[in-house]
């Protein structure tokens, strides 16, 4: 069993940035894959970004340079660093966690309730 909490979601400006956070806690299992995805109105889930068990970390094509994943081990925290957003960058945002990767495909068996990112042009 994982829990996931997302934080950190809001509005800004095109060009600007947000940082979200996601809080995981696992009763059983020590090292998980992770993701970042995200779901806007009328459109599929899609994957943002992910850091596997080893820490290597893949990336959606159009965030690619702009967003960092990073995470915190010893607090459980995971991040999503979001720089020179775009508007269409707008969408609920979900934090995600596996026992395997699933890479970029919403396949994660855990999912957290989710941020809304707003981005105005």
């Known amino acids: 069993q994982v829990e996931l909490a997302e934080s950190g979601g809001g509005s800004a400006e095109a060009g600007g940035s947000l940082k979200l956070s996601c809080t995981y806690s696992s009763r059983f299992y020590s090292r998980l894959c992770l993701g970042w995805f995200r779901q806007a109105p009328g459109k599929e889930r899609e994957g943002v970004g992910i850091?596997?068990?080893?820490?290597?970390?893949k990336y959606e094509r159009s965030v690619k340079d702009r967003f960092i994943i990073s995470q915190d081990n010893a607090k459980k925290i995971l991040f999503l660093q979001m720089n020179n957003l775009k508007s269409e960058d707008t969408a609920m945002y979900y934090c995600a966690a596996d026992r395997v990767s699933w890479y970029l495909i919403p396949n994660y068996e855990y999912w957290g309730q989710g941020t809304q990112v707003t981005v105005s042009s």
């Open positions: 850091i596997d068990r080893d820490g290597i970390t």
